[in-house]
């Protein structure tokens, strides 16, 4: 959605954040924000620079262009995203959607609440018995098995089918709750099994928040080497040791404290002490 009229331009912004040097217009906002959620619409997150427009006086600027897309759209295909271009001439700058995939390696390993209600069901390890894509698979093949089986007449077979199904149904229930817990929305509000709600509300944490790229020196890159690399080098400055000599004190004092007045300073405070300051 983007602005390219000059006469009776909609030049509304969703927040006072999309505004520089200009006087925001709250009742607007929160029109244009009731607009975009009674539609079911979604706004594509913008790479790039922040501001769209700039005026040619370059004393104001504001974030005017922007997608707005389904929500089913933007569940679907979470990696949506837009990007800023130069403005070059204009006072606006185009905005491009497309569709990216990034590779920053592995990530972090997380452990999950809902690992603590498995049950055993399986005679496998409990790092096995995680990965539950791959236990429904042989679960039902397990299943389908059992019932050819049982077609022919063999009875015996029963319990053990029971158990299968048991089995399936509380690894379906796991996995409804490690959907619920990464979109971190309680299970009980949409239902036990509703696992296309969570499914979206996923996808949409996702593409909320991905790292698209970053702007280094005023420039928008996307390179997933030189991105991990702007991230190293920027969090080392703030926390790696300081370089520079620290001031030091070369001097002998006259009075210095014994082994006894250095153990005291040391200790912990008691309760009476606290009392008598008190």
């Known amino acids: 959605m983007g602005e390219g009229y000059h006469n009776g331009d909609f030049n509304e912004v969703r927040k006072k954040a999309e505004r520089f040097g200009s006087v925001f217009n709250v009742q607007g906002a929160d029109a244009f924000n009731m607009f975009i959620s009674n539609a079911g619409l ?11 427009w700039c005026h040619k006086s370059a004393n104001k600027m504001s974030k005017l262009d922007l997608f707005l897309i389904s929500e089913s759209l933007l569940s679907l295909c979470p990696n949506i995203s837009a990007v800023s271009s130069d403005r070059y001439l204009s006072d606006h700058r185009s905005i491009l959607m497309r569709e990216s995939y990034y590779d920053y390696g592995h990530v972090p390993f997380r452990f999950f609440h809902y690992w603590f209600d498995m049950t055993v069901y399986f005679s496998v390890p409990l790092y096995e018995s995680l990965c539950t894509s791959n236990n429904m698979r042989k679960l039902k093949v397990d299943l389908a098995e059992l019932d050819v089986v049982i077609d022919k007449g063999d009875e015996d077979v029963v319990n053990k089918r029971t158990n299968v199904v048991r089995s399936l149904r509380e690894l379906e229930k796991l ?10 929305i309680k299970w009980a509000i949409e239902g036990d099994e509703n696992s296309k709600y969570y499914h979206g509300i996923l996808n ?23 991105v991990k690399s702007e991230f190293l080098s920027h969090f080392k400055k703030r926390f790696d040791q300081p370089q520079e000599t620290r ?12 082994s006894d007045q250095q153990a005291d300073l040391e200790c912990e405070v008691t309760k009476d002490e606290i009392k008598r300051a008190v």
């Open 204 to 226: 949409k944490k996702r593409s909320q928040l991905a790292i698209r790229g970053i702007l280094i020196d005023g420039n928008w890159t996307e390179s997933p080497n030189l």
């Open 175 to 184: 996995q409804s709750v490690e959907v619920a817990q990464k979109a971190k």
């Open 42 to 52: 979604e706004e594509v997150p913008l790479g790039g620079c922040s501001f769209t």
């Open 247 to 258: 001031l030091q004190l070369d001097m002998n004092f006259l009075n210095i404290l014994n």
